[in-house]
């Protein structure tokens, strides 16, 4: 007997939308329909077995599950609440599952509209990178239950590796904010200290030789630093996005009064980076403005 598959509405292709749908493509179990204002993008999808929709009314119109990954708030809100938007084409008993990391005010905003046209909206970031996101491992964080998302679960297991529910909507997109705070502060420690290390003539191979191995060892240093020594900066999260994240989690911060010292130096670096012109290079290339001012280069093959 033929499968059945599984039809999806996805919308927005760049470095992690477009590869989550070359992996739903890869599984054969969907059949994926997608939409972006890049034709580039949406030609290299379609390419690889993808239908592309003229516009988001003929996307809604022919899936009951809509995915997206949008850059932004400012995008996700119009894209779904907008005068021509997903809420004003979609079918009572649609699942929308937006994978974009936006604020909690602007998930719960989406999610009470949506539930006004019987429509029901999922915020569902993802933790992971370029690789992640094509091989289908992507940690998925989403603000709903297991239970109410029974409908969506075969999307929800093909895209992640780790799934994890923080139960009420915005809950989700608190959650992957806190842990960008995180993820690109360790990134600025770990570069501050290479920075200081090949300063004091420790080669940058040694320390990543050893470094690992140590109690101040993490995630970022063992992912993200064998790109940085070989100078190789080409976007995955970037600056302008790890700027945009960090951002809402300062806005998020001053609302409920809790002082963030260290995640607003954090933000400010990452600032600083995207206004020197480094916005669409990857969040590493923030190192390039402490190499400027030192004098020394996070390089491998130093020895």
């Known amino acids: 007997m033929k499968q059945v598959k599984q039809k999806v509405g996805y919308i927005g292709l760049g470095v992690m939308g477009g590869n989550m749908c070359l992996h739903l493509l890869d599984t054969g179990a969907f059949d994926v ?12 999808i379609t390419a690889a077995g993808a239908t592309a929709a003229g516009g988001l009314a003929e996307l809604v119109a ?12 400012a995008i996700v809100r119009e894209v779904f609440t907008g005068p021509d938007g997903v809420l004003a084409h979609a ?28 429509v029901t909206y999922y915020d569902t970031p993802v933790s992971g990178g370029r690789n992640e996101s ?16 029974t409908a969506v679960m075969p999307l929800i297991e093909t895209l992640g590796g780790s799934l994890h529910f923080a139960g009420s909507r915005g809950a ?41 191995h140590c ?15 070989k100078r190789d900066f080409k976007p ?17 911060a001053h609302r409920l009064k809790v002082p963030m010292m260290m995640a ?22 923030v190192v390039q403005l402490l190499e400027g001012i030192t004098g020394v280069e996070v390089k491998g093959g130093t020895e």
Request: hydrophobic share 45%; charged share 20%.
């Open 33 to 44: 329909t997608v939409y972006d204002l890049d034709a580039a993008k949406v030609a290299a």
């Open 62 to 73: 022919g899936n009951d599950l809509i995915a997206c990954s949008l850059p932004n708030p």
């Open 91 to 118: 079918k009572p008993g649609t699942n929308i599952i937006d994978l974009s990391t936006v604020d909690a005010e602007t998930s719960v905003f989406v999610a009470e509209k949506a539930a006004e046209k019987g």
């Open 134 to 149: 094509r091989k289908g491992t992507l940690t998925i964080i989403s603000g709903g239950t297991r239970e109410e998302m």
């Open 172 to 212: 989700g997109s608190t959650v992957k904010l806190i842990n960008n705070v995180m993820s690109m502060g360790n990134l600025l420690v770990a570069i501050e200290a290479f920075v200081l290390g090949i300063k004091a003539g420790v080669p940058a191979d040694k320390l990543m030789e050893i470094l690992p």
């Open 215 to 229: 109690g101040g060892t993490s995630l970022r240093l063992t992912k993200k630093f064998p790109a940085i020594l």
């Open 236 to 252: 995955g999260f970037t600056v302008d996005l790890a700027e945009k994240d960090l951002r809402l989690a300062m806005e998020m």
């Open 264 to 285: 607003a130096i954090s933000h400010d670096s990452y600032l600083a980076a995207s206004a020197s012109g480094r916005g669409g290079l990857d969040a590493t290339a």
